[in-house]
C-alpha cells in the first residue's frame, strides 16, 4: 500500500468510505469520529490507522495533522460524509440544525490543509434551494485553491451495490494537480455493466434466523459459501492490515459470521409479513417486503439517544416473514462478511444505516486516484 497517497476520514462512521479507500488503494492514516461506540467499531476494523475521538469543529488542519501523525508528507485526500440529518428529506429540514455547521468544518479543514483532493459525501436533499448559502460559503473557503466539480448525483445501484442508496459527492482537486477534467468521465465509467439484485448480494447466509439469538456470541452463525457469486467474492477480498485478526480468523477458519441477530416477531405481524406480496409494504409497520430480483430500499440509521432511541424501519426478507438482519444489511450495503460492527443490534443497524456504501466509495476513489495519477 503506497504510503504516500495519504487520507483522513472525517465523521468517518463505523468506516464505509474508509473501506472504499482503503481498497481503491489509499493508505488510510486516520479517521475522526466523537461517538466512542462507533470509533471502536471503525478501530476494530482499521487497526493501522489513528483514531481521533474529536468532534471536528473543534479541529484546526494543525491539530489534525498533529493527531494523524501526518508529519511532513502531503495529504492526498481529505474525505468524509459529514451528518446529513439537517438536509435529509425524512428530517426536518431545519435550517438552523447545528449539525449543517459540521458540512462547512469539511471545507474549513480542507482550506486548511491544503490537500490534493476532497471528497465529500451528502444527501440529495443538500443541493435544495433553501441551503444554497451552505453550499455557497462552503465552496468560497477552497474556490481559491480547488478547482471544483459540480456535485455527483450517485445513485448505488448504478455501481454494483444492491440498494437503491442515493447520495452526492462533492469532490475537487487543487489547481496544481491535473486530471480533474478527467473525473466525471471516469466515474461515469466506473459503473456497473451487471446489476446486483437483493437475492445475489445475500447468497450464502443463513436464512432459517432464530429470534432467540439476541447477543453477540449468539450472532455468529455458519454461512454457505458453496454459492458464493462475484459480487460476495469481491466484498470479501481481503486487503493487507485490514480488519480484525479474530473475526477473519472466524470467518475463515470456522467459516461463520456474525451479526446473524434474530428479531422477536408476534404471530400477528409474522402473519401479516407472510401474505405481503414482493415490493408490498406492511401498513403497519410501513417496512417494505424486499424483491428478489429488485433492489433494496435506502437503508434507514434510526436515531440516537438525544433523539429517542427510535429503530427505523427495516426491510422484510424476500423469503422469510422477518426484517433483515444487520449481517443482511450489511450485504444489501456492500460490507464484507468478516468486517466487524457493534456487538449489539441496534448500533450495529445504526452504523450500516449511516455508512457510505463501500462500494460505491471504492468505485469513486478508484477513479479519483485514475484521474490524478496516484
Not at 447545528?98 to 490543509?113: E, G, I, P
Not at 491544503?114 to 435544495?128: C, D, K, R, T, W
Not at 448480494?201 to 436464512?207: D, E, S
Not at 405481503?276 to 417496512?287: E, M, N, R, T, Y
Request: aromatic share 8%.
Amino acid at each position: 500500500m503506497p504510503d504516500s497517497i495519504k487520507v483522513i476520514d472525517l465523521y468517518s462512521g463505523v468506516g464505509g468510505l474508509s473501506l472504499g479507500a482503503v481498497k481503491s488503494g489509499f493508505n488510510l492514516i486516520g479517521a475522526v469520529e466523537n461517538d466512542h461506540r462507533i470509533l471502536a467499531s471503525h478501530k476494530t476494523n482499521f487497526p493501522r490507522a489513528a483514531h481521533i475521538a474529536e468532534d471536528v469543529s473543534s479541529l484546526t488542519g494543525k491539530s489534525l495533522a498533529s493527531a494523524a501523525q501526518l508529519g511532513t508528507a502531503d495529504l492526498a485526500g481529505l474525505i468524509g460524509g459529514p451528518p446529513c440529518q439537517g438536509f435529509s428529506s425524512i428530517g426536518r429540514r431545519n435550517l438552523k440544525d447545528k449539525r449543517n455547521l459540521l458540512f462547512l468544518d469539511f471545507f474549513r479543514l480542507v482550506s486548511q490543509m491544503q490537500p490534493a483532493f476532497y471528497l465529500a459525501e451528502n444527501v440529495p436533499g443538500i443541493l435544495q434551494p433553501q441551503y444554497s448559502k451552505v453550499r455557497d460559503a462552503s465552496s468560497k473557503m477552497v474556490e481559491k485553491d480547488y478547482q471544483i466539480l459540480e456535485p455527483i448525483k450517485i445513485v448505488a445501484n448504478d455501481f454494483g451495490a444492491a440498494t437503491t442508496r442515493t447520495r452526492i459527492f462533492f469532490i475537487g482537486v487543487r489547481k496544481d494537480i491535473k486530471g480533474a477534467d478527467l473525473l466525471p468521465d471516469l466515474i461515469e465509467k466506473a459503473k456497473s455493466k451487471k446489476p446486483t439484485v437483493v437475492k445475489t448480494a445475500l447468497v450464502g447466509l443463513p436464512i432459517n434466523i432464530s429470534n432467540s439469538w439476541t447477543e453477540y456470541e449468539d450472532s455468529w452463525r455458519p454461512y454457505d459459501s458453496s454459492d458464493f457469486n462475484s459480487y460476495v467474492k469481491s466484498l470479501n477480498r481481503l486487503v493487507n492490515d485490514l480488519g480484525d485478526k479474530m473475526s477473519i480468523d472466524r470467518f475463515i477458519k470456522e467459516k461463520k459470521i456474525s451479526g446473524c441477530f434474530g428479531t422477536l416477531h408476534t404471530m400477528e405481524v409474522t402473519k401479516r409479513f407472510q401474505k405481503l406480496k414482493p415490493g408490498q409494504q406492511d401498513a403497519v409497520s410501513k417496512a417494505v417486503r424486499l424483491k428478489a430480483d429488485g433492489f433494496c430500499p435506502t437503508l434507514r440509521a434510526g436515531t440516537d439517544n438525544t433523539r429517542g432511541s427510535y429503530q427505523a424501519v427495516r426491510p422484510i426478507h424476500y423469503i422469510k416473514p422477518r426484517v433483515i438482519t444487520p449481517r443482511e444489511a450489511a450485504r444489501l450495503q456492500g460490507f464484507p462478511d468478516w468486517f466487524q460492527f457493534h456487538e449489539t443490534k441496534w448500533h450495529s443497524f445504526r452504523q450500516i444505516g449511516n455508512s457510505v456504501c463501500p462500494i460505491v466509495a471504492e468505485r469513486v476513489l478508484s477513479a479519483v486516484r485514475m484521474a490524478l495519477s496516484m
